[in-house]
């Protein structure tokens, strides 16, 4: 399978890496990243041990072909203008698999492209960059695939069996949308308590206010994707972000390392997103407004 990944950073490369065992797979990233892995290849550290001579450019712009499967792993707030400059190389079979934080990816992309050629993923792997060409698996998780619709189509059996057949264990889903939901409710806690508290993602559990917290938030967030209309209880939701927080200990959440690196976070479409669908409801966002109040704080 032609493989393009379209931000190549921490998942992306993990990924990236791995699929390129049984693939002809193009990453696309930073320039400082892309040159050393161009130099010297991308090397795994961490649960992962690989070193890979992997193909890879600093803009979409040098690709000459439509590949079988775009992977878009570009934070949330870049989505619109990667989904825009990939369309010169999305062709009628390409499929775009959106594997990525928030819950208003696929909104943006389906403004943008078909959404007949539009697919979901989410996954809890935990993966930090080291340096320019050197990234660091620090926990192994869960990954979902799935059609928009539900339906177990012979592509998206495909693509899961080409994500198995590397190493990245990954189900078929069957309702991405509410994995999506799930994934934002772990978020929702655990990338803005650790970027806050500047953490590594076990501390959390480790602290008894913070444990306190994860647990007051994770139900506030639970509470609005109910009155959303999607079937999440408190009990299973809690349950999943304190085992991703224990497969993850040693993470530091893309949010922590964003703010450590003085950038952009993706706030807006986690905690944003969901602090929007509970006013819209009036039931209490209260904790997650202060988390984004906490982390805007921090990157003025």
């Known amino acids: 399978m032609n493989i393009v990944i379209l931000g190549a950073g921490a998942i992306g490369s993990l990924f990236g890496g791995l699929l390129s065992k049984k693939n002809n797979v193009l990453l696309i990233g930073r320039k400082i990243h892309v040159k050393a892995i161009k130099e010297n290849g991308l090397k ?19 690709i000459g072909f439509s590949p079988d499967l775009l992977i878009l792993t570009v934070k949330s707030y870049d989505t619109e203008n990667a989904i825009k400059e990939a369309k010169t190389i999305i062709g009628d079979n390409t499929v775009v698999l959106a594997l990525q ?43 979902f695939l799935g059609e928009l619709n539900g339906k177990k189509t012979e592509r998206i059996v495909s693509i899961v069996e080409c994500f198995n057949r590397v190493g990245i264990e990954t189900i078929v ?22 970027a806050i508290f500047q953490c590594k993602n076990g501390y959390l559990l480790k602290n008894q206010i913070l444990e306190k917290l994860v647990e007051k938030i994770c139900k506030e967030s639970t509470n609005i ?30 949010m922590f390392q964003s703010i450590k690196k003085g950038g952009r976070t993706e706030i807006e479409s986690i905690n944003g997103k969901l602090v929007e669908i509970g006013k819209k409801y009036h039931i209490e966002t209260l904790l997650n407004e202060t988390l984004i109040y906490s982390i805007e704080s921090l990157i003025k």
């Open 225 to 254: 994707a109910s009155v959303d209309g999607i079937n999440i209880s408190y009990k299973n939701a809690l349950e999943k972000t304190k085992q991703v927080i224990r497969n993850t200990s040693e993470n530091q959440s893309s």
């Open 101 to 143: 934080n928030g819950l208003d990816n696929i909104e943006k992309i389906c403004k943008i492209i078909d959404k007949k050629n539009v697919v979901a993923g989410v996954t809890t792997h935990g993966v930090i960059s080291s340096k320019p060409g050197i990234i660091k698996h620090t926990g192994i998780g869960e990954t």
């Open 44 to 62: 795994i550290t961490g649960k992962t041990q690989l070193n890979v001579r992997i193909s890879a450019e600093d803009s979409i712009s040098k």
């Open 173 to 194: 889903s069957q309702d991405i949308m509410k994995e999506i939901w799930y994934k934002t409710i772990i978020n929702s806690s655990i990338n803005s308590l650790t």
